[in-house]
């Protein structure tokens, strides 16, 4: 029996395996992933009026609601002046008075401190039969704000209006209940035609 050596390999040449290249790249282009994924909310800028910061709450609420296939609510705190979510459907505990809802902040929504200054916001109801509105110097006004507005699993919210009040000025959104967008304002009937 005869044994045959091995026979020896040439020395390496230094380049690199097809695997060595392959990992490399795949790494170059994970990383550059999360780098252009994480600039662009960095680069996006933050809403910085009252009403922007709503549009923003409103945008998550109803994405929330889609995720979450259940009614998602939102809520203005006057005291922290902060838009926040919570779960429509939390589980309830017992206290004194009976079953109150556990309303732990899904999501919080702040306003700027300088644009907070003497704002009140309000959530109103849909306009139409059974509303409660008054008429005050021309202007039909809600007597009754309601607590929050819901945000259903198919992606569409209740009726409602938002009532933005600072500085003496005031100004409302009607919101569509099937998009979840601004409505356009209904036309002046005193304004002149031409």
């Known amino acids: ?27 170059i282009a994970l990383l ?34 889609l995720r979450a296939e259940h009614e998602i609510r939102l809520k203005f705190d006057a005291e922290k002046k902060h ?3 919570v779960d429509g459907v939390a589980p309830t505990t017992v206290s004194e008075d009976g079953f109150t809802r556990e309303e732990r902040p899904l999501k919080t929504f702040p306003i700027s401190p300088e644009t907070a200054q003497d704002l009140t916001v309000e959530f109103l109801g849909g306009s ?3 509303a409660n509105t008054i008429l005050v110097g021309g202007m039909l006004l809600e007597s009754r704000p309601v607590p929050h507005v ?12 938002v009532q933005f009040a600072r500085l003496g000025s005031v100004s409302t959104v009607t919101i569509d209940p ?17």
């Open 1 to 27: 029996m005869s044994f045959r050596r091995p026979r020896k390999r040439p020395a390496a040449t230094g380049g690199f395996t097809l695997l060595e290249i392959l990992l490399s790249i795949a790494l």
């Open 32 to 65: 550059g992933g999360l780098f252009v994924g994480g600039s662009s909310r960095l680069l996006a800028p933050e809403p910085t009026t009252p009403r922007a910061v709503f549009w923003k709450a409103v945008q998550e609420a109803r994405k929330s609601a």
């Open 83 to 85: 838009f926040y979510l």
């Open 128 to 130: 139409g039969r059974g």
């Open 150 to 161: 819901p945000f259903y699993g198919d992606g569409t919210c209740r009726a409602f209006r």
């Open 178 to 194: 099937w998009t979840c967008a601004e409505l356009p304002p209904p036309p002046d009937p005193n304004a002149p035609s031409f």
